[in-house]
């Protein structure tokens, strides 16, 4: 199956829905079609596809670590060009889940990537799985750089989910 096909088997359905996601899943847990060739369709950059692609990326490291293990590299290199909310959300949420199985140096690549996301956009999921993945951080004793600018620029944000994940960093950060 190539690229264009998958492409548009995900765009079927509502945006509200999984479309054809779990078929697509299917077809990786099967050996049919591998995970880099749905990781790609990323960079198309569409907002429906990669909310379904990052819903099966994390379908996979959820069933087996495996699947998604190999590709943690390209995640990295891929957080310095895509500003996807949804790509950027999953590498916060992959930072978390799978932070015992990831070396020293993808820790801390990812990490600096999650704090980018703070000058990238104001996607509310981006940012709450972004503050999240701090607190993981911090509880994990790696040092955060600039985390009162972080705060700070948070702060101006007037939602109800963001103020209180803000008052929660304050409060592990003391500031």
Known sequence: ???????????????????????IYNKIISNQIN???VYNLY???????SMRVSNIVKRLWREDVNYIL?????FIVDAKEFLNPTFRWTLA???KELFKK????QKNKLLLEIQR??????DWIMLTQSIDALVYARSKKMEIIN??????????????????????LKELFKI
């Open 102 to 105: 990831l070396n020293s140096d």
């Open 93 to 95: 949420q992959l930072f």
């Open 1 to 23: 199956m190539n690229q264009n096909e998958l492409f548009n088997m995900l765009q079927e359905g509502k945006p509200n829905t999984l479309g054809r996601t779990i078929e």
């Open 117 to 122: 996301n703070f000058q990238l956009s104001d």
């Open 35 to 37: 995970t880099m060739d």
């Open 43 to 49: 960079k198309k950059e569409d907002r429906i596809v």
């Open 147 to 168: 985390i009162s600018k972080i705060i700070d620029k948070l702060e101006q944000d007037n939602r109800r989910i963001i103020e209180k994940k803000v008052n929660k």
């Open 70 to 74: 190999p590709i943690i590299d390209q």
